[in-house]
Each structure stands twice: as C-alpha cells, then as structure tokens.
T-cell receptor, first 111, second 111 residues
Framework: DQQVKQNSPSLSVQEGRISILNCDYT??????FLWYKKYPAEGPTFLIS?????DKNEDGRFTVFLNKSAKHLSLHIVPSQPGDSAVYFC??????????FGSGTKLNVKP | DAGVTQSPTHLIKTRGQQVTLRCSPK?????VSWYQQALGQGPQFIFQ???????QRGNFPDRFSGHQFPNYSSELNVNALLLGDSALYLC??????????FGSGTRLTVV
C-alpha cells in the first residue's frame, strides 16, 4: 500500500514559467514532508521541507504548499530553469526514522 | 566536506549469491538508513541503524541484513539474491531528528 503518491510521472514546462509538482498522501500521522531532486547517476538531494504546523514554506524559487485536510502537497518552482530538469520525489514521515517516498515526477524544462 | 560515500558504484551478481554494500556517512552524522529504489519507483525503506543497532525496519525479508560500525559506517548484506533484488541501493545518513543526506547509490544487477 503506497502511502505517498505522485500521480504525474512527467511534466514539461517552458523556461521562465511556473512548474507545479503534486503529491498526495494517505497517512494522517505524517507530520513532516520533504522534496528531493534527483539527477541521473546521482543520489537524491534535499530541496525543501515543510512541517505539518505550516501550510507554506518558501526558499528562493521553490515554494512548498501543504493542505492537511486534503492530504496534499505541492512544489512550485518559479521561474523554472533548464537546470531544474530532474526527477522530483516527495517524501513524508511521522518519526524521522523512516521516510515514505512517492514514485517521482520527471520535470523537463524546455529552453 | 565529504558527503555520503557508497561502494561499489555498480556490481553484477548471479542469482543465489550474496552481496555486501558499504556506506560511509557524512561527517558528523550518526544514523544510517538504507533504501532500495527499483526502476521507475521511489526509494523504499529497508532499515535504519543507530548506535550500531537496527532501530527500524521496513517490509523486507530477512535475506536483507545490515550492520553499523563504531565509526558509524554501515554495510547492507543481501543473501540468496533474486532477480527482483536488482535495483539502486541508496544509503542516507542523518543526525538524529534531521533530514537525510543521500549517497549516489550502488546499482546492483542480478543475473
């Protein structure tokens, strides 16, 4: 049973536009959420996180939104750049020992 | 500052064999977690080691075992390899209560 789902396997966006990546979860006990970015032949790298006590966290071009009632989070990238092209994973946890990952969304930012 | 180091980067094993993967955590990190990432999927939690003991385990059979050494480095052992064990194995280190830093992974192919 997959507790974190990313239903869009891929997304293509024009450079300069907004990229919106979505993630849904089923476990109401999750209280911390993260986004990771992964380039080919590299491990995932941490991008941004949000605690369940917040509904928004911003870091430069990246903003994560959390809707607890809908069990939904999204990552906004504005403006999108070609270097942002990668696979993005959302992850969730309730105890910092074990993280549940979605299956990833491959973002392609076209120049 | 060296990040998480995993070895080897690639290896090929025959079904039924045993394999050992190694991980050196980021300096200052005391916790090591192992994940399996099958093709097209997100990382799945195998187990986590802290203070040389397995602290939490995911839904993986006993063929998967691990160890953490006094210097915080860790090994993942898989016995009686199956074709389905072919995957990218990711090691992540952390300081208790914080997020992960991932290594680049070991690509295991079972033939």
């Amino acid at each position: 049973d997959q507790q974190v789902k990313q239903n869009s396997p891929s997304l293509s966006v024009q450079e300069g536009r907004i990229s919106i990546l979505n993630c849904d979860y089923t476990n109401s006990m999750f209280d911390y959420f993260l986004w990771y970015k992964k380039y080919p032949a590299e491990g995932p790298t941490f991008l941004i996180s949000i605690s369940s006590i917040k509904d928004k966290n911003e870091d430069g071009r990246f903003t994560v939104f959390l809707n607890k009632s809908a069990k939904h989070l999204s990552l906004h990238i504005v403006p999108s750049q070609p270097g942002d092209s990668a696979v993005y994973f959302c992850a969730a946890t309730d105890n910092f020992n074990k993280f549940y990952f979605g299956s990833g969304t491959k973002l392609n930012v076209k120049p | 500052d060296a990040g998480v180091t995993q070895s080897p980067t690639h290896l090929i094993k025959t079904r039924g064999q045993q394999v050992t993967l190694r991980c050196s955590p980021k300096s200052g990190h005391d916790t090591v977690s192992w994940y399996q990432q099958a093709l097209g999927q997100g990382p799945q939690f195998i187990f986590q080691y802290y203070e040389e003991e397995e602290r939490q385990r995911g839904n993986f059979p006993d063929r998967f075992s691990g160890h953490q050494f006094p210097n915080y480095s860790s090994e993942l052992n898989v016995n009686a390899l199956l074709l389905g064990d072919s995957a990218l194995y990711l090691c992540a280190s952390s300081l208790t209560g914080s997020g992960y830093t991932f290594g680049s992974g070991t690509r295991l192919t079972v033939v």
